[in-house]
């Protein structure tokens, strides 16, 4: 990060100012400015408020301001001051505008002889735009008018169409929308300075301008207000007393303040520039005009005002600029490498489809293992990035048909209490109760079995019946699993290729290839629910018994701490404090009426046992199967597979030109991203440029060698001279309205001794340089002696 001063800003010669506005209008004619916002000021205001003759003022050039042609479309005026006069009109259309469209006005070039042919050239733009040949009023294709002369101001100003108020027999109500719109869509831009020209014929309060002007920039950072025709007003009157409090940012509160301009009367006519300057000047010296500050009057403060707080403008937003640039290039080149290499041919076509199924293979690769270190897999706390890691999602799917078998895989919940109820889920009922139900279950299915004995069938009928909402479990896991399959497959997709490969891709190949392993899981897993739940139930695993004896020592343990304890009036086995007894009878009698219904119904109690068990062990296996034999062999070792390089060289001519043919939406789009990328690529340039500009102008000041390209950051505390005209008790950090004061960003900070820095952050090297006021950054160097005496003449330049 490298420090900036910017109180050398006037010193930079005229020739730096011009490469700088030279710079910005070549991003702006590269059509940039159709992807990023560009520095710029924009004139607005109602119709009949002045606009014109502020324009004609600060230009010195008269344009037809009572045939209101100018003001039907926006008009870029491009001012330069040169050793030669000359004037060139061109028309820059509309963005939104087809190729066709934008044909016939962008072929208009013209090249001015004199000034008086203007008004015709301008006639000759609008027949271009179709404006009032095809019921058309307005347009918003803008006119360019590059003006050079040695009386030139160096500034680039867009003027556009005046608000209207209401519908006429020229203006209808859509004429009324589309002039809002064009207005609206210039304020929005973030690097617009918004002159706003309000009449002092109308109350400002009533002027639209300021309420959009207000919509756009809600806290007034960017805005000028300009007060036109106050010459209209009474002397000593209440109104002029009010624009009075306007002008001096009372009202109507401005970061940039207000400025006062007396022009000539238009329904008058006659009377030439230098007129209409003298004639300002007499005014704004006599009554209560005279006691406003001088540099908030008049033409040419306004002209210096206007170039101070563009270039200003310029060196703060350059290193967004550039920022913005940067980010957008790498968008529009991510997107282009999406689209591959043109694809005309079947060769080039099924070399696109090899290279998509490379990558398509390598990055499901790595989703399946769970290494997610490829751009693809992106942010882990977002739901796009979640769905993109397959291990992930599988494993937690795992987990939840785990989870759901263990709480939900059972119809009945066996307790020892009587009561019975049923949910959704669970059926829970009592022990003695399912006794009974297991006792008519054996009765049903006696064989030539003993009595006391059961069928061992019978522990089948008793599985099939507790397992009975494992086939919905497994559906909804089955549906989970491959809805997973699926977001990742479509996310993957729209990530290898375009948008018109992408839907032919994914519905020719990948959806069919879905639809059958889909079917191939949901076919294992039916198999694998037969095989654990119809058939005849099977385990060697030494668990089984040891777990029925444990369940039965378990059971009679607890029946006999009962009668212990009811016996001897003791809450606890542990307890020494116990009643002696000396016949024991009545304990026998209790343990042996305990145990008369297990032996009563000892095949019952059995196969409750064994049932319990073997369904645990059971459902544990059919999980660890279903996730394994199912899941992972049948569906995800195969994912892989779908696009494989084999199956695109065994694709037909027909299948390799359906997929991956371009269409004519893509080779558009195709088109529209290189255009955009090498206007941006050039833009990058020119920005880097217009830095090594200001740096080769300060370095050959200094006598030191120039710098490398850098981006620039701006932070200011105005001077304390401007605090009546700011009005405001402390030092704001917007862009200041005037040359000696101009900021250059609405978000600085505070630096010391009022000085406006801006900081570098490299481009491509580091180095250290100096901001001047009004003009580009330059290199720093040098004593604090010598910044003294610079800021001492810049004190005088301003006295």
């Known amino acids: 990060m490298v420090a900036l001063r910017t109180d050398i800003l006037d010193q930079l010669c005229s020739e730096d100012q011009l490469k700088l506005l030279d710079a910005i209008d070549g991003l702006r004619s590269q059509g940039i400015d159709s992807y990023v916002s560009l520095p710029q000021i924009i004139v607005c205001g109602d119709q009949s408020s002045g606009k014109s003759s502020v324009l004609e003022a600060i230009s010195g050039v008269s344009f037809p301001v009572k045939s209101n042609l100018c003001t039907r479309f926006p008009t870029e005026l491009v001012l330069r001051k040169t050793s030669e006069i000359s004037v060139g009109i061109s028309i820059v259309p509309d963005a939104s505008q087809s190729d066709c469209e934008a044909r016939a006005p962008s072929s208009l070039h013209e090249k001015l002889n004199s000034f008086k042919e203007l008004p015709q050239l301008i006639e000759k733009a609008q027949e271009a735009m179709a404006i009032s040949t095809v019921g058309k009023a307005f347009s918003k294709d803008r006119l360019r008018i590059e003006i050079s002369g040695p009386d030139r101001p160096h500034l680039t100003i867009v003027d556009l169409p005046g608000l209207i108020h209401s519908e006429t027999r020229q203006q209808s109500a859509s004429d009324i929308e589309l002039v809002q719109d064009v207005v609206r869509s210039y304020m929005k831009e973030p690097r617009s300075i918004i002159l706003a020209v309000i009449s002092a014929k109308n109350d400002y309060a009533n002027q639209i301008v300021l309420k959009l002007a207000r919509a756009a920039d809600k806290k007034g950072d960017r805005t000028l207000g300009i007060v036109t025709k106050p010459d209209t007003l009474v002397p000593g009157s209440t109104s002029e007393r009010a624009f009075v409090s306007l002008a001096r940012n009372q009202d109507v509160d401005l970061r940039l303040g207000w400025h006062v301009l007396r022009n000539l009367d238009t329904d008058v006519g006659g009377g030439s520039l230098g007129l209409r300057d003298t004639e300002e000047k007499k005014f704004f010296s006599e009554g209560v005009w005279n006691t406003l500050p001088r540099a908030s009057l008049g033409v040419e403060k306004l002209r210096e005002r206007l170039s101070a707080l563009l270039l200003a403008q310029i060196a703060a937003e350059l290193p967004s600029l550039m920022e913005e640039i940067r980010s957008k290039l790498d968008s529009c080149k991510s997107k282009l490498e999406k689209l591959g290499e043109p694809r005309a041919t079947l060769e080039e076509q099924r070399l696109y489809l090899l290279q998509l199924s490379e990558t398509c293979q390598s990055i499901t690769r790595s989703a399946v293992d769970g290494s997610y270190n490829h751009p693809f897999f992106g942010d882990a706390t977002s739901e796009s990035g979640y769905q993109k890691r397959l291990r992930a999602v599988i494993q937690n799917l795992n987990e939840s048909f785990a989870k759901r078998m263990l709480e939900r895989g059972h119809k009945y919940e066996i307790t020892d209490s009587t009561e ?380």
């Open 420 to 799: 019975q109820t049923t949910d959704v889920q669970v059926t829970v009922i009592g022990k003695s109760a399912y006794m009974d139900h297991i006792e008519h279950v054996i009765r049903r299915t006696r064989g030539r079995e003993l009595p006391g004995t059961y069928n061992s069938m019978v522990i089948a009928d008793l599985f099939v019946e507790q397992s009975q909402p494992w086939p919905s479990i497994v559906k909804q896991y089955s549906d989970d699993i491959a809805q997973a399959i699926e977001s990742y497959l479509h996310l993957l997709v729209v990530h290898i290729s375009d948008q018109t490969t992408c839907e032919r891709l994914f519905e020719v190949l990948f959806k069919p290839a879905l639809y059958r392993l889909k079917a191939a899981l949901e076919i294992k897993l039916t198999e694998l629910l037969v095989e654990h739940r119809e058939s005849h139930p099977v385990t060697y695993n030494h668990h089984f018994i040891e777990s029925v004896d444990e369940l039965g020592a378990t059971q009679l343990e607890t029946e006999f701490t009962s009668i212990i304890k009811d016996f001897f009036a003791i809450t606890s086995l542990h307890s020494s404090n116990y009643t002696e007894k000396s016949d024991f009878r009545p304990l026998l009698s209790a343990l042996v009426e305990r145990t008369k219904p297990i032996i009563a119904r000892p095949a019952c109690s059995k196969a409750l046992d064994c049932m319990k068990v073997y369904y645990k062990l059971a459902s544990e296996r059919f999980v660890d199967v279903a996730s394994v034999e199912a899941v992972e062999a049948t569906l995800v070792v195969k994912i892989h597979e779908i696009l494989r390089p084999l199956n695109v060289a065994l694709m037909s001519a027909d299948e390799v030109a359906m997929i991956a043919g371009e269409s004519e939406e893509s080779r558009y789009f195709r088109k529209e991203r290189t255009t955009q990328i090498h206007v941006l690529t050039e833009g990058m340039k020119t920005c880097a440029h217009i830095v090594s500009l200001a740096l080769d102008g300060n370095r050959s000041m200094k006598g030191q060698p120039s710098p490398r390209p850098h981006s620039i950051r701006t932070r200011h505390t105005p001077p304390e001279e401007e605090q009546p005209l700011m009005t405001r008790s402390t030092p704001r950090t917007a862009i200041p309205a005037f040359p000696s004061t101009a900021s250059a960003s609405p978000s600085a900070n505070t630096a010391s001794s009022g000085e406006k820095l801006i900081f570098i952050e490299p481009y491509e090297c580091e180095t250290e340089t100096n901001l001047s006021q009004d003009n580009m950054p330059i290199a720093s160097g040098g004593s604090r002696k010598k910044d003294k005496k610079m800021k001492r003449r810049v004190q005088r330049d301003e006295e």
